[in-house]
C-alpha cells in the first residue's frame, strides 16, 4: 500500500509549532496528539523562518530546514511540511485534516481557525492538548538556562 493511500485512509491529525530544538514538551505535545484517536496520522506543521519572526519578534536557532530534519529524526510524526509562507490557510487546505491539535499556549493564528476552514470547505475537530511541565519545558525557559 502506498504512503499516499496510507494516509487517506487514516484520521489525519495536524499540529503547528516552530520546533526550535526539540525537547520533552515537543515529544509529549506529539504522543498526545498521535494518541487522540488510535491508528491516526500524524502531519506536523513547521513555522517559516518569516514568520516566527513574526510572531516571536526574532528568527528561531535553527532554520526552517533543520528544524523539519530535527522533528523528522524524532519518528513520531508520519509527515513533516513547512508551514505557508504568507497565509496558514492553504497549506492547511490542501491536508484538509480531520483533526487539529493545538498547544495548550498556541495562540497566533487560531482565534478564526475553524470558521475559515469552514469558509473554504474544511471541516475540522480542534482541540487543545495538555501542557507538559509547562514551567519547565518551553524553549525560550530552556534557553536562559
Known amino acids: 500500500m ?18 526550535d530544538g526539540l ?6 505535545f506529539f504522543k498526545q ?9 500524524l502531519i506536523v506543521s513547521i513555522a ?3 514568520n ?3 510572531i516571536k ?3 528561531p536557532s535553527l532554520k ?4 523539519v530534519a530535527l522533528v523528522e529524526s524524532c519518528k513520531l510524526a508520519d509527515k513533516v511540511i513547512l508551514s505557508g509562507t504568507k497565509n496558514h490557510i492553504p497549506h492547511i487546505v490542501k491536508i484538509r485534516p480531520d483533526i487539529i491539535a493545538l498547544g495548550y499556549d498556541q495562540k497566533a493564528y487560531v482565534k478564526d481557525l475553524k470558521k475559515d476552514l469552514k469558509n473554504k470547505g474544511v471541516l475540522v475537530k ?3 492538548l495538555k501542557p507538559y511541565k509547562e514551567h519547565v519545558y518551553k524553549n525560550h525557559l530552556l534557553k536562559i538556562k
Open 2 to 19: 502506498s504512503k499516499k493511500s496510507v494516509e487517506t485512509k487514516k484520521k489525519k491529525i495536524m499540529v503547528f509549532g516552530t520546533f
Open 23 to 28: 525537547h520533552k514538551g515537543h515529544v509529549d
Open 33 to 41: 496528539a498521535k494518541n487522540f484517536i488510535k491508528n491516526s496520522f
Open 48 to 50: 517559516r523562518d518569516k
Open 52 to 54: 516566527v519572526l513574526k
Open 57 to 59: 519578534g526574532e528568527y
Open 64 to 67: 526552517e530546514g533543520e528544524r
Open 126 to 128: 480542534i482541540i487543545r
